[in-house]
């Protein structure tokens, strides 16, 4: 049999905001939640919801209402850059000048300009999503060129499996790229957020330099497994 742990989702949220220093932002990623578990959490505080997908995020909206800000924070494939450009307030995980363009099309289509962070893949992994830190500068210069981007910041998940300390290096490489592109003063570009941190590690993240912290977990609890 499976054991319910209760949670209070307000309590979790209200630990967590006061835990944050000033200037942190707290986004509640939502994956796999009701829309009734989001809205505590509203409730409680949370003014930022970060989805990973698009279709989940349509049914969201529209369970929870107003009141809040939606950024997308999973692997956004073309295909749903139409939509996601008329749902999320900010795009989390631009990786390519590929995305780029498409957002830029369809965001010219919907007459916006979508905030985006540019994710950094600061663990060197192969296969995984985000820009080497190596090759951001020259996709941030890029992206600058597009009418229909605001570049405002960095987002890193780091490697999968490490725990907090194992996190460090890479959230502190991260933190040193965000303001060496800062320090550059690009046209257009407004390095302010700088996105790295989960329930395990947001401490960490927080003391090398994060600005906005993802968590679910701490939360809302366990997510089921499949
Ligand atoms: C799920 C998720 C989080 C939050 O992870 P927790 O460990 O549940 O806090 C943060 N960022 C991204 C991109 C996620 O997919």
Same mark, same amino acid.
């Given at each position: 049999m499976r054991y319910i742990i209760p949670v209070s989702i307000q309590d979790n949220v209200s630990a967590i905001l006061s835990d944050l220093p000033p200037g942190v932002s707290l986004v509640a990623a939502v994956k796999s939640r009701? #829309? *009734?578990e989001i809205q505590e959490a509203v409730a409680a505080g949370v003014a930022i919801a970060g989805e990973n997908f698009v279709q989940e995020a349509e049914a969201h909206r529209k369970g929870v209402g107003g009141g809040i800000s939606w950024h997308f924070i999973g692997h956004l494939q073309k295909n749903k850059v139409k939509k996601a450009v008329n749902l999320f307030d900010m795009i989390q995980t631009v990786d390519s000048v590929e995305l780029a363009a498409e957002i830029d099309r369809r965001a010219a289509v919907a007459g916006r300009v979508m905030p985006v962070l540019i994710e950094v893949n600061s663990g060197d992994e192969a296969a995984k999503s985000g820009v080497l830190p190596g090759e951001c500068e020259a996709l941030v210069r890029t992206i600058a060129q597009f009418k229909r981007l605001k570049v405002m910041g960095l987002m890193t998940m780091g490697p999968a499996g490490s725990d907090a300390e194992g $996190?460090? #290096?890479c959230f502190r490489e991260t933190k040193? $790229?965000? *303001?060496? /592109?800062?320090? $550059?003063? /690009? #046209?257009?570009?407004?390095?302010?957020? $700088?996105?790295m941190g989960m329930s395990d590690?947001?401490?960490?993240?927080? *003391? *090398?330099?994060?600005?906005?912290v993802r968590i679910g977990t701490a939360i809302f609890g366990e997510r089921q497994k499949a």
């Open positions: 009701t #829309p *009734e $996190l460090r #290096p040193r $790229l965000f *303001e060496r /592109i800062r320090a $550059l003063d /690009i #046209p257009s570009v407004e390095m302010k957020y $700088l996105s590690s947001y401490r960490v993240a927080v *003391e *090398e330099g994060a600005n906005m």
